[in-house]
Nanobody, 126 residues
């Protein structure tokens, strides 16, 4: 089992920044991809960014490219999402997620990820 605990959400004005953290614990060696997803009220959960752990290669949704940066601290087993130039449409519940060795599908496929955090709210006002 893998446990994920997010923190760092909050309320900011448009143009502001927030940094989310996700501490990963348990059988962390199982993971191949770890990523961030978000879900706004009335909308489907969507992929924001993901990282292929072995190489550190990061992938981003077009809507956040150039504004968000995903990074990881392997020593701390912590995943980060630095969010800059935030927009009202970034408002959502943000989830940290991780897959395992049996997972299939693309990095953006929500069904690939078997382990999820509880979510942290990000609210951006105009």
């Amino acid at each position: 089992q893998v446990q994920l605990t997010e923190s760092g959400g909050g309320s900011v004005q448009a143009g502001g920044s927030l940094k989310l953290s996700c501490v990963v614990s348990g059988y962390t060696d199982l993971n191949r991809y770890r990523g961030w997803f978000r879900q706004a009220p009335g909308k489907q959960r969507e992929a924001v960014a993901s990282i292929y752990i072995n190489t550190g290669h990061t992938i981003y949704a077009d809507s956040v490219k150039g504004r968000f940066t995903l990074s990881q601290d392997n020593a701390k087993n912590t995943l980060y999402l630095q969010m800059n130039s935030l927009k009202p449409e970034d408002t959502a519940l943000y989830y940290c997620a991780a897959d395992d060795q049996t997972s299939g599908g693309t990095w953006a496929n929500v069904h690939r990820y078997k382990y999820w955090g509880q979510g942290t709210q990000v609210t951006v006002s105009s």
